[in-house]
């Protein structure tokens, strides 16, 4: 479900960049892709995935799934960070994994984040998924 709407979220980034005109978004002009509604409800639609989640394997599925998402998906920047973004919705999952799940998450980011490129919400899964 989690990988279904990362994939939806990303062809409507590419929409909203298509449609957009030339000059779109300068000095607040037409409609920027940046402000398109998908980014919300893509960040809002996430949360409720995951608040269905109930099952520990399905858990470390999706937060695998929203902590790779950055990296795995070649995506423009904006949808780049809200990628980043949507991490913290992890946080909401970490009751339902084991210790070696949680473990294997942290060492995704020790291999593939580097400590000072991490955002705040990054930093923040970090240090819940440190204190197993």
């Not at 479900?1 to 449609?19: Q, T």
């Not at 780049?80 to 998450?105: C, D, F, I, R």
């Not at 291999?111 to 923040?124: A, D, G, S």
Request: charged share 30%.
């Amino acid at each position: 479900m989690i990988k279904k709407l990362i994939l939806e979220y990303l062809d409507e980034v590419d929409e909203a960049i298509n449609s957009a005109g030339p000059a779109d978004g300068i000095f607040g002009m037409g409609k920027s892709p940046k402000d398109d509604p998908c980014h919300e409800r893509f960040y809002a639609d996430i949360g409720k995935a995951v608040a269905e989640i109930k099952d520990g394997n399905e858990a470390f599925e999706a937060a695998s799934e929203l902590i790779r998402a950055d990296k795995d998906y070649n995506c423009p920047q904006m949808a780049s960070l809200m990628l980043t973004a949507v991490q913290g919705h992890v946080l909401t999952l970490l009751p339902l994994l084991n210790a070696e799940q949680k473990k294997s998450l942290k060492d995704y980011f020790d291999e593939n984040i580097p400590r000072w490129q991490r955002l705040p919400v990054q930093r923040q899964l970090y240090k819940a998924l440190k204190e197993v």
